[in-house]
Each structure stands twice: as C-alpha cells, then as structure tokens.
C-alpha cells in the first residue's frame, strides 16, 4: 500500500512537471542553477579560507600588532566565510523551493522565487564589495600583508550568472502564473471573492516555507554570530562595529524581519478568512470518502481533494442529476 502511493505521489510529480514546456524549462534551469552556482561559491569559499589560513593568520601571528591585530579580531572575514556556506546552503533550499513549486502549483511562489534571485544579484555585488573593502582596510592597516583575492576571476562570474539565472527565471515565471492561474481558475471557478481567499492562503503558505528556513538558518548560524556581534557591539562600541562593514549581513536580517512581519500579517489575514468556505479546497485531513453537500467536495484515499462537478443530464426526468458525468479537479495542499 505504501508503496503504491509513493509511486502514485512520483507519478503525479512527473506529470507536473512535464506539464509543458515552461514547467520543464524552469526544472532544468533550477537545478542548473543549483550545480553552477555551488560551484561557484564553493570556490569564493575555498579562496576565502586559503587567504585566512595561509595569509592572514600565519602574518597576525608572527608579525601583527596593533591596529593590525584590532582589524583581524574584528574583520568581516570569518563572517563572509560564514556567508559563503549560508549561500552554499541557501542554494540547495532554493532547488527544493523551485520544484515545491512546480508540483504544487503554487503561484504565490513564483512571485517569491522571483524575488528571492532579484535579491540575490544584489546579495552577489554585496559580497564584492565587501571582499574589496576588507581587503583594502586589511593591506592599509597591515604594512606588508597583501591579499590576492582576484575579484574579477571569483566574484565577477558569480554576479554575471546570478543575473542571467534571475533574467530566464523571471520570463518563465511569468508564463508559469498564466499556466497556473488558468489551473486554479478550473479547479475554484469564477468566485472572486473565493479566489482572493486562495490566494491570500497560498501566500501565506510561500512565506511560511520561506521564513522556515530563515529559522533553521538563524539557529545554524546566528547562535555563534549574534553573540560574537554582541560582544564587539558591547566591547567596541556600535559605531565602530559598522565601520567595519557588515553590509550583506544587514540585507539578509531585513529580510528575515520583512519575512516575520509578512509572515504575520498574512496569518491573521487566513485566520479572518476561516469560516468562509475556502476549508474545502485546503484541508486534506477531512475523514475520507466525506461528502460536503455545500460544494460537493470528496476527500480520496491518496489524501487529495476532489472537487466534483456535477452535470444535469437529461435523462427523462426534468431536473433530475446525474454522477456518471463528473468532473474531477485535484488542487494541492
């Protein structure tokens, strides 16, 4: 039985996203972008632990004083590590939130998945500009250090593809929302007022899936982050602590505050629509086989929701139904 339904479930994934062409279009170019892009971060991270380890610790150690010592202490280079691995991590979420929303149809994602790269480019020139500044800062304050950090053989091509990613995803999303508004309109009818409700349900669904690994990412990271920026807020004051730029840190605390407060506000917005009719195009933990009179809404075992529509058929009897003409629409969690 377990097996029969993970292959059903599979077989129903395959067929999402064989759906059309953009559907496999925008699949292929999610994991593409996942496999280059890790790779490219991969080797800012290796570039940037080799410069830590082989250049600036062993120079700190043996030759450092000062104001030199003060820079390392407080750098932002073990926190770009840091974000080099976030990135690394982030992309791998972003491939799972790209094909979560080809299977589901989700068209609250698509508008996330769009922001989200339009982000990132910002987040990848970000990333530049602070390996300059730091490296700038670093060769300033310590006489005889330098750092060949080859901006233009790391940074550069990882901004370029970032771009060029978001610019092919941005044009198939757009084809992808007609495709699968034209699916939610079969599935919900004409019911504005229903549609709205949907939508607002989907997109609290798309920011809850996104805040939830900004949590698993604030707990990964900021347990030993936070509390280091605590103590050089404390130590050093706040304003010297920006002075050395955390820049790409800010960008990525904004949005997960944005996150938390769409997150919300989008909960109390679902929480005013409960009661108005929407349950039965969402709930899948129904009882099976139950029959909601209202909208003739049937739960199968495989824990889909089938909305029946039926057709009056004439058969002799005036106003008399039918069930052995129905259609069946199935619409996801």
């Known amino acids: 039985m377990a097996c029969a339904k993970l292959n059903h479930t599979l077989l129903k994934k395959w067929r999402r996203i064989t759906e059309s062409n953009c559907t496999k279009a925008f699949v292929v170019i999610s994991i593409i972008q996942t496999v280059i892009l890790i790779f490219l971060q991969a080797r800012i991270l290796f570039r940037n632990a080799t410069l830590y380890m082989d250049v600036i610790y062993p120079f700190v150690t043996n030759n450092g004083g000062g104001m030199c010592i003060l820079v ?7 926190m ?17 939130f790209c094909l979560s929303t080809i299977f589901h149809q989700n068209t609250m994602q698509i508008f996330a998945i769009v922001i ?11 990333q530049l500009i602070d390996i300059k500044i730091y490296r700038d800062k670093i060769e300033s304050m310590c006489p005889g250090i330098h750092l060949n950090n080859n901006l233009v053989s790391y940074e550069l091509p990882h901004i370029l593809v970032l ?3 978001a610019t092919l995803i941005t044009t198939l999303s757009w084809k992808l929302y007609q495709q699968f508004g034209w699916n939610i309109y079969k599935k919900i009818g004409g019911d504005v007022k229903m549609q709205i409700f949907f939508f607002q349900a989907l997109a609290y669904k798309s920011i809850e899936k996104e805040w939830k690994f900004g949590i698993v990412a604030f707990i990964l990271f900021w347990v030993f982050v936070v509390s280091d920026f ?8 706040v ?17 997960f505050t944005v996150c938390a407060m769409l997150t919300f506000a989008y909960a109390i917005i679902v929480m005013i629509n409960f009661d108005k009719g929407l349950r039965e195009y969402l709930d899948k933990n129904l009882p099976n086989k139950e029959l909601h009179k209202s909208s003739d809404i049937l739960f ?26 129905v259609e069946k629409f199935i619409i996801d969690e």
């Open 72 to 78: 390392i202490t407080i750098s932002r280079f073990m």
């Open 80 to 96: 770009i590590i840091t974000e080099n691995v976030m990135f690394i991590l982030f992309n791998l979420y972003q491939c799972y």
């Open 116 to 126: 989200i790269n339009i982000g990132y480019v910002i987040l990848g020139i970000v």
């Open 163 to 165: 771009a060029v990613i």
């Open 230 to 237: 605590a103590y050089l807020a404390l130590k050093l004051g």
């Open 239 to 255: 304003a010297l602590f920006i002075q050395f730029g955390i820049y790409s840190w800010i960008i990525l605390m904004g949005n």
């Open 300 to 325: 199968d075992d495989d824990d889909d929701i089938v909305i029946n529509k039926f057709k009056d058929i004439e058969n002799g009897e005036k106003g008399q139904s039918s069930t052995n003409n």
